[in-house]
Structure formats: C-alpha cells, structure tokens
C-alpha cells in the first residue's frame, strides 16, 4: 500500500481544507524497509530519475568504528536495546538511524540510514565489559608496581 505524503486536508481549528489539486504521483511514498537482525537480505529499487537505492531488508553484521582510537572493525548484532524514534521498533528488532544495539564489542549507536543506503554502521558508545576489565586490571597492576617501586627506593 503506498503512502501519500501530501498536504494535510484539516486546517488547525480541525476544519476541512480544499485541496487545489488531487493526489500526483509523485507525492506517493513508499514502505519503510524495516531492517532485521538476520542473514543478509539486500534489495535494489530504482527512484525519480536514474538513480536507485538499496534496502538492507536484514543483517546480522555491523561496521563499528570506536571513536577513541579512530578504528573501524565488524562487529555482530546480538539485538536491538533502545530506539528513540519509536519503542516498538526496539521490541521487534528493527534497526534505524539512531537505534542503539548490543553488539559483540558492545554497546553502539547506529549511524547510517539501512533502508536507504543498504549498509550497516554504528559508533561504539561503551565497549565490552571484559575488555574494561583487563584494562582496569592491568592499570591497577602498573599502581601496585610504581607504589613497590617507590617503598623500595
């Protein structure tokens, strides 16, 4: 079912409002792509003009790139946590701009529009627990030493 994306036909007072023309193609939309977690599904559809988009149907990967270091890495997605567009996008495992997923390396905002651009990435927001803790050990491990160090000297 298309979707029109003309002008309202309620004037604020709620009113009826007399339209100059009737509906034109080309203010019909289209369905959201409403991408899942799942094995890749890509398809490709053609728009006004010659140019074309493709639609991330699914993925089950992610481009993540950690802001502290600068590098980008795949990434797997477990599932959906939050998505402030709409909280029911989030309970049905719908990935858009904004969405924030649990991941492999951990927590990431996706960053890329999937139902447009057909790929998938994201910015890692916080990372993996284990790998906090291995740094947090290993600084605490470095205090314990300079403190020996300096009782010794």
Request: a positive charge; proline letters at 3%.
């Amino acid at each position: 079912m298309a979707k029109w994306q003309g002008k309202s036909l309620k004037k604020g007072s709620g009113g009826r409002k007399w339209l100059s023309h009737k509906k034109r193609k080309y203010e019909l939309g289209r369905e959201s792509a409403d991408t899942k977690i799942g094995e890749k599904k890509k398809t490709q559809i053609s728009v006004r003009g010659t140019g074309s988009k493709s639609k991330l149907l699914s993925i089950n990967t992610v481009n993540i790139t950690d802001p502290d270091t600068g590098k980008s890495t795949k990434g797997e997605i477990n599932s959906v946590l939050e998505n402030p567009a709409d909280p029911h996008l989030a309970r049905r495992n719908i990935i858009t701009k904004g969405a924030v997923i649990d991941t492999s390396m951990g927590k990431a905002r996706v960053t890329s529009r999937p139902g447009q651009e057909g790929a998938l990435n994201a910015v890692l927001i916080e990372g993996n627990l284990e790998e906090e803790k291995e740094t947090e050990e290993n600084s605490e491990e470095k205090t314990e030493n300079s403190t020996e160090k300096e009782e010794s000297a």
